[in-house]
């Protein structure tokens, strides 16, 4: 019999009962004593050929996205409508009544996120590269990864609201939420800087840590890869949200090997190398200035002729952000319902533009959809083992 201690919840087969306990995470097969905390994974849910198999894909949505998930109608979040009100969990107490705790859980989220990004910020690395350490010395893999710890007891006891979901293949992950990004923006939907706060992803670096081995490649597939954007618009960033991505990854030790970048528009290239692009990402950055095509077999098609490419001993982030509804939407659907490709990717970042009344004035023509159905999609790609966050 398998055995999973965590925060507030004791797991047993994948299966969840409430136990008022906060235990760091750990996993132990109590027939034969073997301790997984030791043991290598592949990040989605398999041992190595030597080692005993474990449970298969566990997702645990934290309550606070549970309980939306459980009210999607209840709310009119099925409706794909400019009026529908998707801040007002945040905002309005009464506005979640007969849900216990909700607005209560939300708001003590929202603090402890904000003192764990403090605790990001004063973060000072010893490991500068995860998996050159793991080359070096794959036995010092558990010393390795536990050097990315934010905290001695783990990522959660930043946030003992309990209010962090948890996937078996990657960790600790925020909850999905409204309003598909930082929450500060529910109180005040004309801040600009609130709009483009990235500073709500929560990562286990220490778990994504443990996926890697020895062999691993680290892939970054950007779907929407424009450099210049939010930094040349109305809405400002103070730098490109994918650069900001990957300098949190470089500061936890993942540096990328390969970095794809599909963008429709028409940048000369000396712009995005000389002008665009930081030094750093110079070795390891393809533009590729062609459109995405949702078609399956495409060329262009990302999933199919760079994904396929590598395996599940890589590490692998995509994100899309391509603003035409009718290629991104069934890009992410693919992804959705084609196993041997979902196995493969270990982060997932897009931003889905449904309707809602709080974004309408950001997102206008844009949106398409329902606040229903990117709950359904996102929780869904968790449920098969993809950390799925919303991107700004």
């Known amino acids: 019999m398998f055995m999973k201690f965590r925060d507030g919840m004791f797991l047993v087969f994948g299966f969840a009962i409430g136990v008022n306990i906060a235990f760091h995470i750990h996993t132990i097969d109590t027939m034969t004593g073997i301790d997984f905390d030791n043991m290598i994974f592949d990040g989605h849910g398999a041992a190595n050929a030597n080692q005993p198999l474990i449970p298969p894909i566990t997702y645990v949505p934290a309550k606070v996205e549970q309980t939306i998930m459980d009210n999607l109608m209840n709310w009119g979040w099925n409706e794909a409508s400019r009026k529908v009100h998707g801040c007002d969990i945040w905002t309005d107490k009464s506005a979640s009544a007969g849900n216990l705790h ?102 286990d670096f220490e778990a994504m840590c443990r996926t890697l081995k020895p062999t691993s490649r680290r892939i970054l597939i950007d779907m929407g890869a424009s450099l210049s954007y939010h930094t040349d618009t109305e809405v400002k960033a103070e730098i490109p949200p994918i650069v900001h991505l990957l300098n949190m990854y470089h500061k936890f030790g993942f540096t990328f090997d390969h970095i794809y970048g599909y963008e429709a528009t028409f940048t000369e290239p000396s712009t995005v190398f000389n002008d665009l692009l930081p030094k750093e990402y110079m070795t390891s950055y393809h533009w590729i200035n062609a459109p995405v095509s949702a078609t399956k077999g495409h060329k262009l098609n990302p999933l199919d002729s760079i994904l396929r490419q590598f395996d599940k001993d890589d590490f692998i982030v995509i994100k899309i952000d391509i ?54 999609l996102f929780h869904g790609l968790r449920q098969k083992g993809v950390p799925a966050h919303f991107w700004p």
């Open 102 to 203: 909700l607005h209560e859980l939300l708001n003590a989220f929202l603090r402890e996120l904000k003192d764990y990004y403090k605790t990001i910020q004063n973060f000072q690395p010893t490991v500068l590269d995860a998996l050159k350490a793991i080359q070096s010395n794959p036995r010092g893999k558990n010393e390795i990864c536990k050097a990315l710890r934010l905290h001695p007891d783990g990522i959660q006891a930043l946030f003992p609201s309990g209010q962090l979901s948890y996937t078996s293949t990657s960790g600790y992950v925020e909850p999905l939420t409204t309003p598909m990004r930082h929450p500060d923006f529910c109180f005040d939907t004309q801040d600009k800087a609130a709009l483009m706060d990235m500073n709500y992803l929560v990562h």
């Open 323 to 376: 603003d035409t509804h009718v290629i991104e939407v069934p890009l992410v659907h693919q992804l959705l319902e084609d196993d041997s490709l979902n196995v493969l990717v270990d982060q997932f970042y897009f931003e889905h533009h449904v309707k809602f009344k709080e974004m309408s004035h950001i997102w206008r023509s844009a949106m398409h959809g329902s606040l229903k159905e990117t709950f359904d």
